[in-house]
């Protein structure tokens, strides 16, 4: 379990792909998706979509 950690640590900050930062990933609320559902449809999306289930 250490050595996942480790690894998963290292992933998200300096093996993190530059593309990611690059507006490929879209952050969304949960009350949001019901039209980012539709903009997908519609072919209007690019690159990734995170739910954040958060309420904050």
């Known amino acids: 379990m250490e050595?996942?950690?480790k690894v998963w640590d290292r992933?998200?900050?300096?093996?993190k792909p530059e593309?990611?930062?690059k507006g490929v990933v879209n952050?969304?609320?949960l009350e949001?998706?019901?039209q980012v559902?539709?903009?997908i449809i519609d072919?209007?999306?690019r690159g990734r979509?995170?739910?954040n289930l958060k309420n904050e």
């Open 43 to 45: 072919g209007k999306v």
């Open 27 to 29: 952050e969304v609320t």
């Open 3 to 5: 050595q996942r950690i």
């Open 11 to 15: 992933l998200a900050k300096d093996l």
């Open 19 to 21: 593309i990611l930062d």
């Open 49 to 51: 979509t995170i739910v």
């Open 32 to 34: 949001e998706l019901p």
């Open 37 to 39: 559902l539709h903009d």
